[in-house]
């Protein structure tokens, strides 16, 4: 048979009266709805107590933290790309450095590798071939360990690119400037009448001599131009060449032009690879029109055509 009421004696110490309280159904539910308002309460106050929320201090921090983490994931990002970039520019630096015919160290880091590449990574990036940056990551867990990441080490290393990169610089820059100033190509067009030797039967002379130059026969008043940049370091008629002058192009190298109807230059001009700088002439001890064409490399005559590429004539 079910209770009908609940009765909770209360007995005192000592000699006190001893006190009855009874409950019915409805005393019963209102107890137990009294006990588990009174549960959630206590746990309420304790996952206050105990999580980082339990003060608005601790809320504040704890937003802070929050911030604190996702700074921490954009610097790891950054230094990821950062670290990506210094392994692209290492490699362009490596070819940069061969292309420039500039001494590589064995050791140098070669895409963000470090010492002790290995032998492969190092013929990748001589290839051209991306290799992936060996540098710790991410960067956040060692953050979180209180250690760093080496950015002297990056910084490093830009510098060194930096300083790298300037001596391509320079020395690609001189490299071209050699290139410009170097003959490479026929100052006129006609055909070669006569080759440069150490001895010719001269044809108005009637006497061997040196032929210290080459000859092109080409009509009267075609063009003579520049076979590289110079500067004229001398211009004007001479007993046997005739209308003449010569370009200084640095380097130890000088060229000749004799035999010119006009000379379209004067001493101490700077003039540039193709530019017009004579017209083809008679003048001097010749049996007709041609331009007689020399080349001098630290004083001495060479043949003229040792610096002509295949195919570059004037046109």
Known sequence: MPFKHWTILIVPPGNGPTRT????????????????????LVTGAIGILFTPYATPGARLLAAQNDRLRGELVRIDERLSALSDTLA?????????????????????????????????????????????????????GRLGFGTRPDLDGMIARATELASSFRAVSDTLTRNFERLASTPSIMPTVGWLSSNFSQSRFHP???????????????????????????????????????????IDHGNGIVTKFAHCSRILVRRGQTVTRGQLIATVGSSGLTTGPHLHYEVHVNGQPVDPLRYVLPGKVAD
Do not use: K, M
């Open 204 to 246: 108005v002379l009637h006497a061997n001599l040196p032929h210290e130059g080459i000859d092109v026969s080409a009509p009267r008043g075609a063009p003579i131009i520049a076979p590289a940049a110079g500067r004229v370091r001398s211009a004007g008629f001479e007993p046997g060449y005739g209308n003449a002058f010569e």
């Open 21 to 40: 309280i009874r409950f019915g159904s409805r005393g019963r539910r209102a107890l137990l709805a009294g006990a588990v308002t009174a549960c959630l």
């Open 88 to 140: 692209a520019l290492g490699t362009r630096d490596l070819q940069l450095r061969l292309l420039a015919g500039l001494p590589v160290d064995s050791t140098e880091e070669i895409a963000g590798v470090g010492d002790g590449a290995r032998p492969a990574d190092r013929g990748a990036a001589l290839a051209g071939v991306a290799v992936a940056p060996r540098l710790p990551r991410p960067f956040l």
